[in-house]
């Protein structure tokens, strides 16, 4: 049986220890020795930029912002959608997962954060998003375990009427936000109707093979036929 090795660990901005570690070929990240994600179960990550980026079909330099860099695989998705001058935007709170992706998650994506139409940021998503006023065609949000915040409660903010309405008012009037979360949340769908924001649940796999393991994506918009689907 091949062991499990720790290839590097660091400390999140409210005092978690973050580990990167691998068993044979999977990669995996914890969090106080809690599962975080592990490269085998990437399909909900694919689907939140299918989902996000569904309604950008036809526009010549869409931008598009990704909360959270993770190992990647939202960001490759992205760009296999969108056209040659497109521009991505990726916000990641911990500096050392963008180092991570360089120096282990490469062969993962393709070492998508070399695409020259990608921008990684180290900061914290809620800084673009205060500064933004209707610069980003989609807003794709991976950030900790949805509303339910894990690895920095400071990120609470976002799913939050505040937070919400600043996400809005980034985006484009045609814009869409999707948001990743690890399972379905009704007080959130209540906010969100409170909100008077438009919005669509999907439930799909954590990974193509699987029948019962499932994430929840909601698509948000302040105009219902921004929603495809709807």
Known sequence: MKPTLQLAATTTPDGKKLVLSRHDRDFYL???????????EQESELELARLGCQGLQGRPNPHVLIGGLGMGFTLRQTLELLPEKAKVTVAELVPEVIVWNRDFLGDLTRHAWQDPRVVVKSCDVCDIIQS??????????DVDHGPSSMTN?????????????????????????AIWSVQGDVQFEKRLKREKLFFRVVR???????????????????????IVGN
């Open 153 to 177: 409660a400071h990120n609470a903010r976002l799913y939050q009427p505040a937070g919400l309405h600043a996400m809005m008012r980034a985006l484009r009037e045609e814009g869409c936000l």
């Open 132 to 141: 933004a006023n209707g610069l980003f065609d989609a807003i794709l949000l």
């Open 30 to 40: 914890s969090i106080d020795q809690y599962p975080l994600m592990n490269s085998r």
């Open 204 to 226: 799909v796999p954590a990974f193509k093979s699987s029948k019962t393991r499932s994430r929840c994506i909601w698509l948000v918009a302040r105009r219902k036929n921004e």
